[in-house]
């Protein structure tokens, strides 16, 4: 073959953590394990290839626990889930169903460990449970650390690249990148992975631009070749011209110069031009990303996601164990409110000692609030570690998918009988402490005047929102193209619940990601919404661009929005009306 082609391409994946790096490509390199031969052992030398299983499974246990204890102090809290690759080493499917295969087909180790992989790879396949998928991922991570050492490959040793680079991998494990150094690491692109994926919540904790579902990168990309990332359009660009590397580094520097800008004015509250104040707010998943709402100028947390302090772990956590982690968060945050989400398990987040394995439909099953009235000591366990955290500041609890007043009664007779039990035990917490629901599922919307009666706020899902009226599964790729926010039918829906809102004297939050794109502002300042809550990152540019809008003005173009009868026609006219505004506030990366 001759040279290369070496002429600048793009490769579209899914947009991951925001931002753009350039520079040189570090391929992530598996091979050398891939092909795997199989032969046959002698019956009297079986018990040696079972010890030197042993010995593989041995070292791959103790590689990773050096990586646990290595770990950068700002991931700490991800090392939950190697700890569970810990116990996956000695696992029955994996550990004794290989030892198995070696001695009773009388084949070599890398065989026998290829076939399990294999056989479990088989079984996830029609799963189509996200989560269930990712306890297969895990197996494959942990048996390719023991074939490494069965056959002696390398390592892929990310904490020993010694220059600047940008990671290209197939799928980067939560052990590898957890072995990021910002210094040498400039960002990561995968073939594989999702925006939900733990490797992704990994990117954004570390601030470095990712772009995921790459398909082939690393077919098509080598080591050292140039290449470009953007984050938030999900982009790579492979080989750039010179031409192209000038634009993104001016779109760099103009990047870091808006976003070192905006956070720095983001420190003050967000107001309209006529003087409306919004509280711009912070969705966290985990404790340590309270820095960031922070760093970002957050006015409060407006959604805790609880599930992921579930996750990493072999059995329901108790009431203490939560409890010291919402403390934390609350005792950062506090005098600003912190409200905590309930756990929202099931539908597409599920945990291997609650698997929701056997339902046809996890979206419409028996997921969050539904869950925790079936469970109600997992689920009083975490109330009264919110209720305990709430003597420590501003807490909120807010419980998710609510779909009849029912749930509500019972949810808060739970709550009672929760503060009840402290009550007697003697322990402080905050005996009116704000309740609310997610309005995430139409009947919430169109019950809201009946559910407001029992509530102290509302907070808007659009995610499940969305999901829900338009009947698009929010995860499907091939719908992706008709989930829009700003569906006029979305759109009536808000209006709805604020309206309901303002009559009944309740607050009403916005906390899906409609909330956190500065292109839905001119709407939802129209609509009346003056709580938002968002991923941290996104802070800076929503209070930005609320200071170049004027809420009277946007309550008369919402007049004009509530007359247009299609996605289409609401895009057209918001790019009349503000189009100059919305470039102007057009972040890069
Ligand atoms: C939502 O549905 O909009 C929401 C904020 O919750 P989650 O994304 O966790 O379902
Ligand atoms: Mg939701």
Redesign the pocket.
Known sequence: MSDVDQSESIITGISGSPGICIGKAYLVDREGVNVIEKYYIRKEKLNDEVKRFKAAVKNGKAELASIIEDAPEELRQHVGILETHMALYKDKMLYGRTIEIIENEMVNAEWALKKVVSDVKGMFQNISDPYLKGRATDIVHVSDRILRNLVGAGDVNIAAINKRVILVAHDLSPADTSQIQLERVKGFITDRGGKTSHTNIIARTLGIPCVLGLSDATSLIKSDDIIIVDGKSGIVVLHPTDQTITMYEERLAQYEEHQAVITRSSQLPAKTADNVRLLVMG?IELPEEVVSVRDNGGDGIG?F?T?FLYMSRRTFPNTDDLFEQYREVVELMAPKPVTI?TL?IN???AFSYSSNSDETNPALGLRAIRFCLKNPEVFKDQLKAILKASAYGNVRVMF??ISSIDEVIEAKELLKQSAEELDRKGESFNPDIEVGI?I?VPSAVILADVLAEEVDFF?????????YSLAID?GNRKVAHLYHPLHPAVIRMVKRVVDVGREKNINVVM????AGDPYNMPILLGLGMNEL?MVPQSIPAVKEMIKKLNAVDSSLFLTDVLKQSSTSGILSIMQEAYGKILLENRTVG
């Open positions: 969705n959604l996601r599930e989400r929202d539908g597409d987040k998710p998918m997610m995430e907070s808007i899902g659009t995610n499940d929102l969305v999901q929010r906390c899906g990601e409609m809550s």
